[in-house]
């Protein structure tokens, strides 16, 4: 078990709609990192959050937005929701030299109709 | 484009046997490299970490080993078990491409009773 919980776990929404999801992170890490899983496919990067910055964007539009706050757990925006934007969201809690493992949460599976 | 393979893409095998998962990788200007196992639906569950500079890391029936030079690393199974079945995937951090993963698709591995 680790102390990363993502919340909510499930989540159906209307496409054109918003969505925040939320992550914390496990203690004693100061870096946040959310991707995207398809169906079948491997996590994709969105971004990653150190010390409340944004430190890196994977190829994922503006209407993928996002904050962490001073305690280090983090938020995923997603504006203007689309059918493809159904899948798998997780957050990763490490350190930002990436010197110790990499923790991720249990996800959350987001449904777009 | 930094990208991560793994081969195969599915394996079903009798309870017992001995396995080996395949990752490559096109830089070997590697960070680090993660295996994560992923039970069907969950989020990732982190086995282990090999720093660019070890060639191997242990942990019980699993070991992994690196090769930079070939852009290869490989988990080994040993007495594999049913509770064994789940998907595997490897995760790079590229030294030149940011602090964040990027994720082979994953093997399917089936453990018959």
């Known amino acids: 078990e680790t102390g990363v919980t993502q919340s909510p776990t499930h989540l159906i929404k209307t496409r054109g709609q918003q969505v925040t999801l939320r992550c914390s992170s496990q203690?004693?890490?100061?870096?946040v990192s959310w991707y995207q899983q398809a169906l079948g496919q491997g996590p994709q990067f969105i971004f990653q959050?150190?010390?409340?910055?944004?430190?890196g964007r994977g190829n994922f539009p503006p209407r993928f937005s996002g904050l962490q706050f001073p305690n280090y757990s983090s938020e995923l925006n997603v504006n203007a929701l689309e059918l493809d934007d159904s899948a798998l969201y997780l957050c990763?809690?490490?350190?930002?030299?990436?010197?110790?493992?990499?923790?991720f949460g249990q996800g959350t599976r987001l449904t777009v109709v | 484009k930094q990208e991560v393979t793994q081969i195969p893409a599915a394996l079903s095998v009798p309870e017992g046997e001995n396995l080996v998962l395949n990752c490559s990788f096109t830089?070997?200007?590697?960070?680090?490299l993660q295996w994560f196992r992923q039970d069907p639906g969950k989020g990732l569950t982190s086995l282990l970490l090999?720093?660019?500079?070890?060639r191997e890391q242990t942990s019980g029936r699993l070991n992994a080993s690196l090769d930079k030079s070939s852009g290869r690393s490989t988990l080994y199974i040993a007495a594999s078990q049913p509770g064994d079945s789940a998907t595997y995937l490897c995760?790079?951090?590229?030294?030149?491409?940011?602090?964040?993963?990027?994720f082979g698709p994953g093997t399917r591995l089936s453990v018959l009773p």
């Open positions: 990763a809690s490490s350190s930002l030299t990436g010197d110790t493992e990499a923790f």
């Open positions: 203690s004693g890490h100061n870096t």
């Open positions: 959050y150190y010390r409340e910055e944004e430190n």
């Open positions: 830089d070997s200007a590697i960070y680090n």
């Open positions: 090999i720093q660019s500079s070890q």
């Open positions: 995760a790079v951090i590229f030294s030149d491409y940011g602090q964040n993963f990027v």
